[in-house]
């Protein structure tokens, strides 16, 4: 299995750029599909983006597609979501996610982290 915490979370203004981050431990970080989500209160979970194995492949939510940017370092047990332009509507808690399926879906990834919370104001 695999340990996940995110970091990098804060307040931002809209229309500026904020990286968040997800550490992993624990088994092979490279056999993971990895995905970010986030969710507001009351809300399901919503995909925002997902990277393959190594990281060849990456998918976009179409409320973050073009803003948003998903990379990770197999090295280094990361994934990284960069974040531009920012929007009022960005803002929730995001959370990083590892399965053993590329899909967009949350209830196909086994492991997540704590999750951050983003926060943009006007």
């Known amino acids: 299995q695999v340990h996940l915490v995110e970091s990098g979370g804060g307040l931002v203004q809209a229309g500026g750029s904020l990286t968040i981050s997800c550490a992993g431990s624990?088994?092979?970080?490279?056999?993971?599909?990895m995905a970010w989500f986030r969710q507001i209160p009351g809300n399901e979970r919503e995909f925002v983006a997902r990277i393959s194995k190594w990281g060849g492949s990456t998918d976009y939510g179409g409320s973050v597609a073009g803003r948003f940017t998903v990379s990770r370092d197999n090295a280094k047990n990361t994934v990284t979501l960069q974040m531009n332009r920012l929007i009022l509507e960005d803002t929730a808690v995001y959370y990083c996610?590892?399965?053993?399926?590329?899909?967009?879906?949350?209830?196909?990834?086994?492991?997540w982290g704590q999750g951050t919370q983003v926060t943009v104001s006007s």
């Open positions: 624990g088994r092979a970080f490279d056999t993971y599909y």
């Open positions: 996610a590892a399965g053993t399926e590329y899909s967009y879906y949350s209830r196909a990834y086994e492991y």
